[in-house]
């Protein structure tokens, strides 16, 4: 993964549905979480904080993609950011 190629000491999280994405992820991330972005996210997850988030083409499948943002923003450390790629 690039990160890691670039940030050695970067950790990375993941969060998918697809058990087969979490088995791959296991390769290259710290952890990854299997869950519904839309049901009620791990307290393991909600105890921590990032530098970054990335939604990638994960928002416009999403009912109420505001309210999962809004649940998220907490998570971000003091300058920490939050990366969304959507088409269009």
């Known amino acids: 993964m690039l990160i890691k190629f670039r940030f050695s000491d970067a950790r990375l999280f ?27 996210i791990p307290k ?19 009912h109420d993609p505001a309210k999962i943002l809004k649940e998220f923003v907490p998570l971000l450390s003091e300058k920490g950011i939050i990366i969304m790629v959507v088409p269009n």
């Open 44 to 62: 393991d997850l909600l105890s921590k904080t990032f530098d970054l988030i990335v939604f990638s083409h994960v928002l416009e499948h999403l």
């Open 14 to 40: 993941g969060i998918t549905r697809s058990v087969e994405e979490a088995v791959s992820a296991k390769k290259f991330m710290d952890k990854c979480w299997l869950f519904d972005l839309e049901t009620q």
